[in-house]
Nanobody, 121 residues
């Protein structure tokens, strides 16, 4: 099992920036992909971005965040970052970090507790 701890959330004005961090511990060798999801009350959790954790870096971004968010990794620290620029009020959500195996699904992976991001207009 992998334990994930998010940090870096907070309150920011529209147009501002935040950087989220997700530090993994435990069986970190067991996961191949890490990602960021977000959820607002009454809506389903949606994927924001993902990154492969070994070999060449492969990243994916949801359309609403392309060009504004950037995901990166530091394997030495078992940490993944989400740099969020030009934030919009619609980015307000609880952001979750997740990790899964190469051939597994997110629902079967490990999840953090979430960190609140609030963007004021």
């Amino acid at each position: 099992q992998v334990q994930l701890v998010e940090s870096g959330g907070g309150l920011v004005q529209a147009g501002g920036s935040l950087r989220l961090s997700c530090e993994a511990s435990g069986r970190t060798f067991s996961y191949a992909v890490m990602g960021w999801f977000r959820q607002v009350p009454g809506k389903e959790r949606e994927i924001v971005s993902s990154i492969t954790m070994s070999g060449g870096v492969i990243t994916h971004y949801a359309d609403p965040v392309k060009g504004r968010f950037s995901i990166s990794r530091d394997n030495a620290k078992d940490t993944v970052y989400l740099q969020m620029n030009n934030l919009k009020p619609e980015d307000t959500a609880v952001y979750f970090c997740a990790a899964r195996g190469d051939s597994s699904t997110w629902s079967r992976g490990s999840w953090g507790q979430g960190t609140q991001v609030t963007v004021s207009s």
